[in-house]
């Protein structure tokens, strides 16, 4: 059986964070975004901070990707 726990919490600058990330990487945004897998319009949306919640698994997997640690801990 599952339990499941949801925390929402709230990262000032995340997508500010994301992009300067994506713009140090030499790749282009269609590569990296094939990479997560994701489309660039949710990837520029990420950026801008539209989207209602980053998945945690997301979070991970675009720091893998571009080899960045944003220190984001969601452990109690």
Known sequence: MKVRRTIDIEIPSLGERIRRAREADRRSLAEICRQIPMTTMNWYKI????TKALPIETLR???EV????FSINLDE
Do not use: P, Q, S, T
Request: aromatic share 0%; no cysteine; proline share 0%.
């Open 61 to 63: 997997r675009i720091e």
């Open 47 to 50: 950026e801008a901070e539209e």
């Open 66 to 69: 571009l080899g960045v640690n």
